[in-house]
């Protein structure tokens, strides 16, 4: 998992700064602070946009995202990017800081609690627009016994969210793509729908006859015309 890495990286940022401790300049200390700063305006900004997405949205040229940000369920304030406005007055006040080790321990500390709380008031969110309509087909499927499988785009999400078993896995072709062939054409024994993107679904229901059984934040739930809809 990618996120395990931030250990490693940790580690030899730590020993490179205790291995060639340096003295930083006014002019680190100027773009460190301009960092904080500039982070922090955008921070703040994110939660005034998301609740605004009016003013921008136009902007977005792409179909998929435009609809996952579009249709959801989330709900913005406005004031979800408080942490970034305690992270742009922390990095003005805490670059005063009489001693750099101490100066160097309160940034750290700030940009640390500053992360934490984006993690804990934007991840979900970010979640839900991009993922949660994805791991709700796949959930529906699986409680009605039909196997959804994602066409036009990869994603593991159905082997997890679907409770996708051996016997219906890509583990009965030994290949992906022969897998998602026969299942396109119509030829298993089990229920099957199909799971696309917004711009990427058309030519499946071109080629393979099939038809639009669900639309939510940019993706598509399609199934044969005879096949109940999970």
Known sequence: YSSLSYYGVSYLAAWTWSSHRKWINKWGWMGITTAGILVGLLTFSMGWLMKNQGCWIHYIKDSFVRAALEDSPVKWTGWEGWPGLMLLIGSTLFSWAAREHLRLLMIGLLWMVWALLVLKIFAWRAEAHTQKPLREFCQEGALSGTLVWPVGFKSYIPFFYGQMRMETSPRVMGDFYLFEQW????????????????????????????????????????????????
């Open 183 to 230: 299942l396109l054409s119509g030829k298993a024994p089990f229920k099957v729908a199909f799971i696309s993107r917004v711009d990427r679904y058309e030519p499946f229901i071109r080629t393979y006859s099939l038809e639009i059984a669900k639309k939510k934040g940019g993706y598509v739930l399609l199934t044969f015309p005879t096949a109940p809809h999970p």
